[in-house]
């Protein structure tokens, strides 16, 4: 077995170095690219008399803040629509908030 010389462990080593930090870049660069690639999240948020009229003023209100974006195609709803009730509001009384968030192609 033949041993290096120190010149040559020196050259080893910085291209190891190199191709980490390289290899580093590049991952972060993708890591960051990705988002960017997706579609972004809208939320909308109405209140209703009842918990569907609720849930579609901000199913309507997501769709509207998509289209202010650009985003004109089929949207598809993430999760559950979120029903809050509440019994205190000092206008109607008893009234339901809703929240949807959906994505929308271009």
Do not use: K, W
């Not at 849930?55 to 202010?68: E, L, N, T, V």
């Not at 598809?76 to 000092?90: L, M, R, S, Y």
Request: aromatic share 10%; net charge neutral; proline share 5%.
């Amino acid at each position: 077995m033949t041993e290096q010389s120190p010149a040559r462990r020196r050259l080893s080593r910085r291209t190891g170095f190199g191709l980490a930090m390289t290899a580093s870049a590049a991952a972060l660069v993708m890591f960051a690219a990705s988002p960017a690639l997706a579609s972004p999240l809208f939320v909308g948020g109405a209140r209703g008399l009842t918990a569907e009229n609720a849930i579609q003023g901000a199913f309507d209100d997501a769709r509207i803040s998509a289209q202010a974006e650009g985003f004109y195609g089929a949207c598809t709803v993430v999760g559950e629509p979120q029903v809050f009730e509440t019994f205190t509001d000092p206008l109607f009384g008893h009234l339901f908030h809703a929240q949807v968030a959906m994505t929308c192609a271009r």
